[in-house]
């Protein structure tokens, strides 16, 4: 089992910045592929960015070039830098891991970007 807890949201102008972080109770060295995933309201959950162990990196086009998906294995965290923010990037974002026993969820952090 492992827990897997976000931080970081909160109330952002448009243009600005969050970083969100996904900590892990246990390493995530055996995490193969870890993601952030965000669902509006009304909306399905989506895939935003991911990462595997390999440090390979993969996002949904509505956010390259602006939002940047890094973790630290020596920190069980994974990170979700976040610029550039629109009014659309508002949702709830939630951390994903893929560990060899199954998937993992965390509770999600709310992102609002509102003027």
Do not use: H
Request: charged letters at 20%.
């Amino acid at each position: 089992q492992v827990q897997l807890v976000e931080s970081g949201g909160g109330l952002v102008q448009p243009g600005g910045s969050l970083r969100l972080s996904c900590a892990a109770s246990r390493s995530i060295l055996t995490m193969n592929l870890m993601g952030w995933y965000r669902q509006a309201p009304g909306k399905e959950r989506e895939l935003v960015a991911r990462i595997t162990s390999a440090f390979v990196k993969d996002y949904a086009n509505f956010v390259k070039g602006r939002f940047a998906i890094s973790r630290d294995n020596a920190k069980n965290t994974m990170y979700l830098e976040m610029n550039s923010l629109k009014s659309e990037d508002t949702a709830v974002y939630y951390c994903n891991a893929a560990a060899p026993e199954g998937d993992y969820w965390g509770q999600g952090t709310q992102v609002t970007v509102s003027s």
